[in-house]
């Protein structure tokens, strides 16, 4: 599948918000695989389709967990985790699709212990793109200058906080990947 066909799709599958959202993180994407040396198509087009799933049916998105033999921890955490991975596996039935993007689409809410730079770029440039704006988000930022891994600390703790301020559970993996990026004193 190519950026324009990806755009296409998209363009037809999200609400107008959503895909506002979308370009800013093609955009952030786009210029975080030049900083930091990673293949600037996969980016572009791993970001385009990563909130493929985001507007699907729930039940639906539960089903594919189950028939996919997905973890079944995905059912138990609340329904905002299921687009990532269910979205990546739509896909792939779908378009053909770089294994290296279809990582990043799956990886981008919760992260993963040992995820690729690329996946890296998705996932902290869904959090910084131009249109979020909540509070902390220019100090994510400024993270990026630092160095990427840098970066994807700041922002499991910035979703990590946010978790726990709304008294929600947080699922393992998200902990999982904050132990693995985390700094060792
Ligand atoms: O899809 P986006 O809104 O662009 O961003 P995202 O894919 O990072 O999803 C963010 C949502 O996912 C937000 O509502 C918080 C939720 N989320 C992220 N990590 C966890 C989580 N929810 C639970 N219950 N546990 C997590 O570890
Ligand atoms: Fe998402
Ligand atoms: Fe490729
Ligand atoms: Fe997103």
Redesign the pocket.
């Given at each position: 599948m190519t950026f324009e066909e990806a755009h296409e799709l998209i363009k037809q599958t999200l609400p107008e918000k959503?895909y506002i959202?979308t370009l800013g993180?093609v955009e952030t994407a786009e210029r975080m695989a030049v900083q930091f040396g990673e293949e600037v198509e996969h980016a572009r087009i791993a970001a385009m389709l990563?909130?493929y799933a985001?507007y699907f049916d729930v039940e639906e998105m539960r089903r594919v967990v189950v028939e996919e033999g997905l973890d079944p921890n995905l059912l138990e955490?609340?329904d905002?985790?299921l687009?990532?991975p269910v979205g990546a596996i739509l896909l792939s039935r779908q378009y053909d699709l770089d294994d290296a993007v279809l990582s990043a689409i799956r990886n981008?809410?919760?992260g993963e212990p040992g995820m690729s730079r690329l996946d890296q770029i998705l996932f902290v440039a869904?959090?910084i793109e131009p249109n979020r704006d909540y509070p902390g988000v220019d100090r994510l930022r400024a993270e990026v200058e630092r160095s990427l891994e840098a970066a994807v600390v700041a922002t499991l703790k910035q979703?990590?906080e946010?978790?726990l301020k709304k008294s929600?559970?947080?699922?393992p993996?998200?902990?999982e990947t904050y132990n693995d990026f985390v700094n060792i004193p």
């Open positions: 959503r959202h993180v990563h909130d985001k955490y609340g905002e985790l687009h990532a981008h809410t919760t869904d959090a979703t990590i946010f978790l929600v559970r947080i699922f993996l998200t902990i």
